[in-house]
């Protein structure tokens, strides 16, 4: 990974700084971690978790150590009462893995589909509903960690003091002189005490040395919120906490800020479990989130103010209690308008996509080349009110447009954002000024600097003005005591360099107005086939902006540069699905494919088009002669492959591996086939690859459809159909146009009158956007499995059911909406159907997955070892090359769902 590609990538987080390290290194387990340390003793070492952090705490110009790939593990113990989990599992994933306890971390911050359990600790991560009671600091029950010299130490067990004094002396020894320096001076403790009522990530957690008196245990909770400055923590176990099964959601808007803030103590004492301030430039941007309320939507903002109150309730009659105080209380308020208290779904949903889009939407709708800048602070609740209403009067001073207030008005904690370019001095000098302006308005109020984004780099300058110099003071004694080199994450939450905030600015050139919008703030990471073996949608980003600014040349490496940004990309558009502005950068690797296509290949795949049916024949047919050779003639037929590979391009040639199947049958028509209102066209990769067991998904679908007399109708022409995404995903532009006219002849005659039917998924899809392009085409696009769902089971018998069915999503069938049609059909023939916990698409994406087979390993690797734990009766899907790349990975057979339910209703 020590290549300029990478350097440059991992230079880039969801922060506005970016630092380019010296080298990166993937870290295999904690002993490697141990090593590292214990062999660059002087140099600096910063590790990499999600990158979600705001601050620049994830950043470092020496070694970046990625502790994310490597360290997934999670393990349940006390019957989900406690949790250890590795450092790169997500917040998300482990949440999911104790929702069958009903439990879930303490901690909840917005990131958890990115965020990292080791920046969780570091950055003693909170939230929306956890306050400062079930934050990381108060929920931990014990680290393993290691120490700058490479000593490990395991908080939690019995002899840990005793081991922390024998290998590390000093540090065990020293911590404890520090406590008693500090709790001889009341004056000290009451300061620690005051700083740390509120939610406080700036500096260290002094207050450790307040609620703890052993050496390990002061260690353990110094540790949480230290940024990666005073050691690696290798697993982390957590006290966990009730997931709540009931909640009410109520939104109110006031007049004004000052009528909101008033509100806030009668509406704390209703046992609200969030309360979200949002100010009147947050309900001017809000008015056009997609999906936002129509009381949003249709306010006359003049300067209101609303909250977002939420309830929660262990059972129905918990919530129907707290709710019926919420109402008593409201008559009292000064309150303009409301959206009453309510548990359904979608209404709720609205509400938090309402809050929880407001950065995005800001962000979003940024110039291109700008920068967006989210900090946050905390300040008593009293004097909430005043805060918001002047730090509003300093964005109109310094010309910050469009700057929302947003935050966990309960906790006295707001997040605003900043937008500029941030990479001129005009702008610099403007920010720091503001910053001192800022600085000191908060602390005017009591306040903190940072509330849960941590210190990082855009703070640490002023740690000693918030704490004073002997709190300081001690900061420096605890570094100096625990990493005397200072090589930990150096100018993390202590420098030196009073100006460090105002360095390294991330330069964000305009590059593509779809993609000018990116904030890198990593969501699409966990979501990306390729997030392990190369690089993710982020760091493709990240990657387009450092070519554009000059940082990276990709002439200097071209093939590392095609291999990792364009060969191993899926372009499977989950990235879309999970970025909260939408952005696919699949689609931008597709656009780089048709832009370096040759016009002789794209000539090739427009003649491939015209002459689709004899095509798929042709690879049919060598399919099923390579499956039927004898040994010794497939290891010769490998090597031919492996050697026309090499000699043209391993992205024309797919690889052809013994365990892919026979060709499958030609798609035909039936005969005497009568007239449908049901247009099904079955997918030409059913017919290029034979089904894993007879009869396949078309002669599968046809028996269940005749089963219970629904008729279904073939075009004359079906060989020589495709749904296009074969095109697409090459950037074969000609080609699929092409194949659109094809369909669009085909089926124009149905128009309005018919439903077309696919049986895979992302044909489904493909055919969805086919038709979206054709003009006056009006005719609607379902799977197999929405059709099976719709006319077939409701008339269907289904005699044997088996006892456990395992499932894999497609990115189709996720993106389309159809996962909830997938797992109908499956309980429909099974007692028991799991979605694996660590499912994410297979990237085997067409013929993804047999060009570059390493991809489909790589994104499958976690997914595979909980399917071989979970050891079900039948595994299924909805499209066959997924069902390929799954049987490949898991050794498991995986069919079409739609074969299993017609052997479970007419065998």
Known sequence: MANELMRQALAHDASHFAVVPDAVVRADNIEHVASLLKANPSRPVTFRGGGTSLSGQGQGAGLLVDVRTNFRGVEVRDDGGRITCQPGTTLRYTNAVLSPYHRKLGPDPASEGAATIGGVVANNSSGMTCGTELNSYETIDSLTVVLPSGTMIETGAADADHHLHSRENAISTGLLDLRARIMSRPDLVGHIRRQFSLKNTMGYGLNSFLDHATPAKILEHLLIGSEGTLGFVGSATFRTVEKKTYASTALLVFSSVFDAMSSLEALKGTGASAIELMDAQSLTVGKVIPGVPGLVRDLDVFGQAALLVEHEGSTSDELAERVRDFQHVLRDLPIDSKIDSTTDSATRSALWSFRKGLYTSVAGARPSGSTALLEDVAVPMAKLADTCEELSVLFDQFGYENSVIFGHAKDGNIHFMLTDTFGNDRARDKYERFTEDMVDLILSREGTLKAEHGTGRVMAPFVERQYGPELYGIMRDIKKLIDPHGILNPDAILSDNDRIYLQNFKESTAVDPSFDRCTECGFCEPVCPSEDLTLTPRQRIATMRNVATGALHPSDAPAEYEYGMVDTCAADSMCAVACPLGIDTGELVKGQRAGTMSPIADRGWDVAARHWGA???????????????????????????????????????????????????????????????????????????????????????????????????????????????VWSSKGARRGKDTMKSIVEAAIATGNGNVTLVSDATSCTQGFARLVDDMEGIDIEVIDAITFARREILPLLEVGTRLSSITLHPTCSSTQLGLNEDLEAVARAVAETTVVPEAWKCCGFAGDRGMLHPELTASATAGQSQEVAELSSTAHASCNRTCEIGMTRATGAHYRHILQILRDCALD
């Open 615 to 725: 095509f798929t024949r042709v690879a049919a047919t060598g399919l099923t002669v390579a499956n039927v050779l004898p040994g010794p003639l497939k290891k010769a037929t490998r090597s031919l492959n492996a050697a026309g590979r090499r000699i043209l391009d391993p992205n024309v040639l797919p690889q052809w591996e013994p365990d892919l199947p026979a060709g499958g049958k030609s798609r035909r028509r039936r005969e005497r086939e009568a007239p449908s209102r049901f247009l099904y066209v079955p997918a030409c990769v059913n017919s290029m690859f034979g089904p894993e067991g007879e009869p396949g998904v078309q002669d599968a679908l046809l028996q269940l459809a005749d089963a219970v007399g629904v008729l279904l109708s073939i075009p004359d022409n079906v060989d020589s159909l495709c749904c296009g995404t």
